[in-house]
């Protein structure tokens, strides 16, 4: 069974930080395109970063860079979404998931793209 497990969503006030994992079952992140979403109530769901296979290339859109950092645990077979100084537009429910596929940066902001997708964790950015 494929599964995509993310956590460490939760409550932080502007400027803290926050870790997000999404652990994998059923297939190996090392050889997959990974992606964390965000969905913010009433808005559409919008790609955050992206960590591709084979050279480990990341990609985050202009609002995060610099603030968020994408890494992989091959041995853990886990994806992570480093966040800091986290502002309150950043709040939403996270999601990640996963191409069995090396995507071309395009292809990498397309919900369709992806095959696996995990549960969302809460995100929420408040003083």
């Known amino acids: 069974d494929v599964q995509l497990q993310a956590s460490g969503g939760g409550l932080v006030q502007p400027g803290g930080s926050l870790r997000l994992s999404c652990a994998a079952s059923?297939?190996?992140?090392?050889?997959?395109?990974i992606g964390w979403f965000r969905q913010a109530p009433g808005k559409e769901r919008e790609g955050v970063s992206f960590l591709r296979n084979r050279d480990s290339s990341a990609v985050n859109r202009d609002s995060v860079k610099g603030r968020f950092t994408i890494s992989r645990d091959n041995a853990k077979n886990t994806v992570y979404l480093q966040m800091n100084s986290l502002r309150p537009e950043d709040t939403a429910v996270y999601f990640c998931a996963a191409s069995k596929i090396r995507l071309t940066t395009s292809s990498l902001w397309t919900i369709n793209s992806y095959d696996y997708w995990g549960q969302g964790t809460l995100v929420t950015v408040s003083s």
């Open positions: 059923g297939f190996t992140v090392r050889d997959s395109t």
